[in-house]
């Protein structure tokens, strides 16, 4: 598995999140230039996994914005692990995860 | 030996059995199924209430302000403390307190006031850096991170795999060689502070218990001074091997926590559920299964008391921690999976914590030696010099 997510970006629309799978895993959402805004999880508790979250995020963001999606069991420990690769990378947070931190997020420094 | 819990025993375990179905359960089933944390107000709340219960810092010896909880009341608490969905791993979810690595209890008084008593407070935390990629069963012997001398110190150059908590801790205890002639015995002990340069935490490393990671670690050229070392030059590998030994009686302790619940839950769906016009409590088939939890439950429980009871009066306990180790994870493990078996489908579902527990019982045969170690153990006992 690739440390950093690195598949080409979709447009964020109704029509590409509604063909999503209902499968668990991690997700990025970034702006038009690809700067990413958010890192989030589809966990268990999500009715239909991936799909439901980017029906979500559009539903709040809206046209304009870029996504995409990794399937994976370990949704969790991905999505520290994407976390902190993106602050490793970047001195920081995506802008939306930084107003509300995980508790006790780790630092990795990847070589 | 009798292993009924005193009346003060049972108390406690009342009360704590309480606690888990009372506070965590609720909680619990409001979070994600592979979660590991709450949120930190109900950790802060739910700590006040451990302090009140006089139980918190479960595993701090009383003489560094913890209660005094000897061993086989603790492995009985521990028991109790695991029947929830993230109780093998994290028993309500840490809520207990933790008492940081049993070596730096060893350590010397400066090290101790910049370690053990900030970690004690909560101000600190720490990672045990031992299994590298070479091996961890046979740790001795598989350990290639050298540490060379150099300017009053020690230069660490290595790797560490399967190291939990390496990313948030402010330092960790790590095992390095230093002297390459002398096999078990050049095996040395160090204090390494998370923010000295040449420590990197190189990776995330994903495993079946998806709600946590270990992580892979780098030493490049990493220079720390004499005061890093924790006990002797060379005598590193005995206070590993204390902890490794000891760890094993609580760890087997959560194994049979986590089998009682699934038992339980197992007993409840086959007494309502119906197949064919039949309870499934009804059939042979079923009845079976849950005697086999039964037995394994009963033998686990069994050894793990012996265990604890003979470290508590300070009789050597090694092959009997082996056994309590060995019997807590394997039938462990065979319960979950005829939980699941009576279950059906709900059984492989994120809905109910068994598949949790299926996934997290496997690594607790390999967690703290795995299960060919343990009986090599105990068969190094049965043909040496004390056959009987």
Redesign the interface.
């Known amino acids: 598995?690739r440390?950093r997510l690195d598949k080409p970006w979709q447009p964020l629309t109704a029509e590409t999140a509604r063909r999503l799978p209902g499968q668990l895993g991690v997700y990025q959402v970034a702006d038009a230039r690809g700067t990413v805004l958010y890192i989030g999880q589809a966990?268990?508790?999500s009715p239909f996994g991936l799909r439901s979250e980017l029906q979500r995020e559009y539903e709040e963001r809206g046209d304009g914005c870029q996504f995409r999606v990794e399937v994976n069991?370990?949704?969790?420990?991905?999505w520290?692990?994407l976390l902190?690769v993106h602050q490793a990378d970047h001195g920081s947070l995506p802008a939306d995860n930084a107003k509300n931190p995980p508790?006790?997020?780790?630092?990795?420094?990847?070589? | 030996m009798d292993f009924e819990p005193s009346a003060e025993q049972q108390m406690l375990i009342d009360q704590v059995r309480r606690y888990v179905r009372e506070e965590i359960l609720p909680l619990e089933a409001k979070l994600?199924?592979?979660?590991?944390?709450l949120p930190?107000e109900d950790f802060k709340r739910l700590t006040e209430k451990t302090k009140a219960m006089g139980l918190f810092g479960i595993d701090i010896p009383k003489e560094f302000g913890g209660p005094d909880i000897d061993i086989v009341t603790r492995v009985l608490l521990a028991i109790e403390m695991a029947q929830h969905r993230a109780g093998l791993y994290v028993p309500c979810y840490g809520t207990f307190g933790g008492a940081g690595l049993a070596q730096i209890f060893e350590a010397n008084e400066d090290q101790k006031e910049r370690y053990l008593y900030p970690t004690l407070r909560g101000e600190k935390k720490a990672f045990f850096g031992l299994t590298e990629p070479s091996g961890g069963s046979d740790p001795a012997r598989a350990i290639q991170t050298r540490a060379e001398r150099k300017d009053n110190g020690w230069v660490l150059n290595g790797a560490k795999i399967f190291i939990s908590?390496?990313?948030?801790a402010q330092y960790g205890i790590v095992f390095a060689r230093t002297d390459a002639s002398k096999g078990r015995a050049g095996i040395t002990c160090f204090i390494i502070d998370s923010d000295t340069p040449g420590f990197?935490?190189?990776?995330?490393v994903?495993?079946l218990r998806?709600?946590?990671?270990a992580?892979e670690l780098?030493f490049k050229d990493c220079w720390v001074s004499d005061h890093q070392v924790l006990g002797e030059v060379n005598k590193g590998f005995a206070v590993a091997n204390d902890r490794l030994t000891r760890q094993r009686i609580p760890y087997a302790a959560g194994c049979i926590g986590v089998a009682i619940a699934a038992h339980e839950m197992a007993i409840e769906w086959a007494k309502m559920r119906s197949t064919f016009g039949e309870k499934l409590s009804h059939r042979q088939a079923v009845q079976w299964m849950l005697v086999d939890n039964e037995i394994d439950i009963r033998t686990a429980k069994h050894f793990t008391l012996e265990a604890a009871e003979k470290a508590r009066r300070g009789l050597p306990f090694r092959i009997e921690a082996s056994i309590a180790k060995l019997t807590a994870s394997e039938g462990g493990g065979r319960v979950v999976d005829r939980a699941m078996q009576i279950h059906g489908g709900m059984g492989m579902t994120?809905d109910l914590p068994l598949e949790r527990w299926y996934r997290e019982m496997r690594i607790r045969r390999v967690g703290e030696g795995p299960s060919e170690v343990q009986r090599m153990v105990i068969a190094r006992e049965i043909l040496g010099s004390n056959l009987r």
């Open positions: 598995m440390l966990g268990a508790r069991q370990q949704y969790r420990s991905r520290f692990e902190m508790p006790n997020l780790g630092r990795l420094s990847p070589s | 994600d199924p592979d979660a590991s944390e930190p908590n390496a990313d948030r990197h935490v190189r990776r995330v994903h495993t998806s709600s946590h990671y992580t780098e994120k």
